[in-house]
Each structure stands twice: as C-alpha cells, then as structure tokens.
C-alpha cells in the first residue's frame, strides 16, 4: 500500500465531542452525559435527512444548513426534549465549547508525525468553514494540516459519494492511496464504500456496524494510525 | 383542501415497533427498552447510510438491502453493542415478534372510517413486501388498505424523495391532495419537503424537529386523523 494522503474526519475523531458533556453538566446538573449524546445524535440526524431528501436537481440539497447551524439547532431541540430550561446564555456558552473542542491527547504528535513522513495530511468534514477553522486553530493544528476541507461547498453531507469526492479534488491522487481516518463507524463505513482506505478509531472498543466491509485498518486511538502507515516506532 | 388519498408510514405510526420491548425485557432481563430503543434507531440508521451513500448511477443505490435484513443486522449489531450472549434461538424469536407487531389499539377503527368514507387509503413504508404483507394481515387490515407500497422496488429509503415519488406512481393523485400520516418526525418533514399534505402523530408528546417547516396537522394518536381529513363526529 502506498498511501499518498491522510485525510482525518473532524469531529468526533480530532476533537472530542463529549468532552462538551463537562460543561453540559455544569449548566443542567445529572444531565449532562444525556445533554452531550442526543445533541450528538439529532446533529448527525439532520445531516442525513438533509443529504438523503437532495432531489438532485440543483446544486446541492435544497435544504441544506451549514453545520454549525445543525449544532445550534439539535442543541435547541435536544434541551426542549429534555424538557430543560433553555436560556439563550446557557445555548451560547455550550455553542462556544463546541467552537473550541478538546482535541484528544495524542492527535497533535500523531499528525506531526505523519506530516514529517510527508504525507499529505487533511480533514474532511461536516463542519462549516468558520468553525472548523476555529476548532483546528485553538487545537494548536494548523501547521500540522495541508488542507481543510468543508462540505459546504457541495451543500451535502457525509457519507454523500459527492462529499467524500472533495477530497480528490483538492488532492488529486487514486481514491486507494488515500488513508481516510475516522473514529465514527458510519463514517468509516461510508468511505470504504466510496473506495478510500480506510482506518476506524475505535476509542469505545465497540463493535463495528453490522453492514460490511469492514474498514482496512482500525485501532484504539489515533497512534494506531501510525501503524497503518508504518511509521511507528 | 381536498384530500384524495391518506398514506400512512407503517412501523412507528400503524405497528407498534416499541411494543418488542415485552419480548425483549423476556429474554433480557432490565435490557428490554434499552434493546427497543436501540434497535430501532440503529435498524433506521442504516436505511439512512444506504440512502445518502447512494452514487445515483444505478437504479437505487448499490448499498440496498431490504429492511427486513436490516431489522436482523441491527438486532445482532444492538445485542453485541450491549454485550448481551446473541443465540440464534433469541434473535429468531424477536425477529418473528417483528414480523408481527401490535398495532395501535385505535388503528383499525380510524382506517375503516377513512376507507367508508371513500377516500384511498395505503401504506408507504421502508419496509420489504413480506414483511409489510405479514404485518398487514397479522392487524387484520387486509380490508381497509388499498396499497400496500414498499420502497424495495426503487432501493431508496425514506426521506429520499424517489421513495415518496412512489405514491403517486401507484395513486395519481397531487401532491397536495395526499395525506400523509406518521408519527416517525423525521418522516413528517421529509414528506412536508417532498410536497405531501402532512399529519404528525405525536404518540408521546415530543417536541417536532428544530427543521423546518413543521407538517401540517399533528395529533396525539390515530384518532386525530378524522380531525385533519374532518371526518370526526
């Protein structure tokens, strides 16, 4: 295998969404867990009825949102059906965290690694322009990435073939030297279907979908992408 | 408004999916609701994946596998995610249990009502032909249906809009002059974007989608129904 190109799904596999779950719980005592997995859920819901409704007859689904606004609007949702109190202060400070996620520990070596290899390194992401830019830069990655790339263009989310594509349009090499990293299963699943090698971040030891094939590559954390790549030590 | 046809979403909205809970809870033991619930998010995941990772140069997409499969496959995905022991014997019986839900007490009689009043009554589902002509005839509605349509001929699933383009190959009617009922949210706004006049059966008083726009009528059950098409005495 010769892999040309890393390219790192954003949330969820470099920044840690859950991590939201702390201040979650700050806001709405003893919900907090329950707060962080169905905003996570429902945000990733409207992703896909947006991208699976696209008649196909425009540019792009008619009915696409950037996605930070499918955050704010599946937090919204998530706090009405916990019935809890939604106060435009307590929105705002959760949408400021999720401007500036935890990255998981390793990443940041992880990614210096790869690029010192050289090896192209990129995200692919559901994220809107603005905050993944601001996600990468309070994640200290932004001379660790040669490319960061939105679906906003498309107006299509993951797992669409039209999504998964913009990545051979910025970096044009064959869709198999592409290692396409994710720690989302579904994600994982839909880039193998597209043609990608790929390697799923298991950080919750789960099993993965009951749809096949299964990935190429997967492990733990993000050092086991070093594996796949054979540089690790 | 003049509706000429009603359509109703079948497993959510005539069949009760949640009614599996009992067997479930049967079999294992304080498992029961979180195996329900689980089960059928990730049984409606899949459609979705499918759905979205379709590459439109093939009549539907290469992914399809009928909902039928997809119901066992996320059933054994379900019990493996909660580490719970998987034995053939168990999952058979929960699949037959499928095949024959409970519908909803108030169905039968909403539907003969609908039906004497001559307007065309018919089920769209995601759900294979097999399974939807078991489940039809297990409620005792073989009368008061006059389609029974499956997504299995064109492999899409809902939200897509191939898939609601199937009532009106079957009922040409307009858009508008369809009714379409269902208590799955995500499916009332998927028809209300497609163009259908829409009905929202809020079983358990949720709170609709943060997407818009909101379906046209919405009720707490089946009854409610009369209401929109003025059929209620």
Redesign the interface.
């Known amino acids: 295998m010769t892999i040309k190109a890393v390219v790192f799904d954003a949330y969820g596999t470099l920044f840690d969404v859950y991590s939201i779950q702390v201040l979650a719980e700050e806001l709405y005592p003893s919900h907090g867990a329950d707060i962080a997995v169905k905003w996570r ?2 945000q990733i ?2 992703t ?9 007859n425009t540019s792009g689904s008619q ?1 696409f ?1 950037p996605f930070w606004e499918l955050t704010r ?2 937090l ?2 998530t706090l ?2 916990l019935k809890l109190n939604r106060e435009s202060d307590q929105v705002e400070k959760l949408m400021q965290q999720y401007a500036h996620l935890t990255p998981f520990t390793e990443n940041l070596a992880v990614l210096q690694k790869i690029k010192a290899s050289g090896v192209t390194t990129a995200i692919l992401s559901n994220g809107s322009v603005d905050m993944l830019a601001s996600a990468v830069k309070s994640a200290g990655m932004e001379d660790v990435l040669d490319q960061v790339i939105s679906v906003d263009s498309i107006r299509l ?1 993951k ?3 039209e999504s998964y594509g913009l990545v051979q349009q910025t970096i044009p090499v064959n869709k198999d030297e592409i290692l396409f990293v994710s720690s989302n299963a ?1 994600d994982a ?2 880039a193998t ?2 043609g990608f090698t790929t390697h799923w971040v298991n950080r919750q030891g ?2 993965f ?3 096949t094939p299964r990935p190429h590559y997967s492990g733990p954390d993000l050092k086991s992408v070093l594996h796949s790549l054979e540089l690790a030590e």
């Open positions: 859920d429902k819901e409207y896909r009825l947006i991208t699976q409704s696209d008649p196909h009915y949102r609007l599946s919204e949702y009405d059906r989310f797992t669409s073939p579904w699943l839909g279907w597209f789960l099993p979908e009951a749809l």
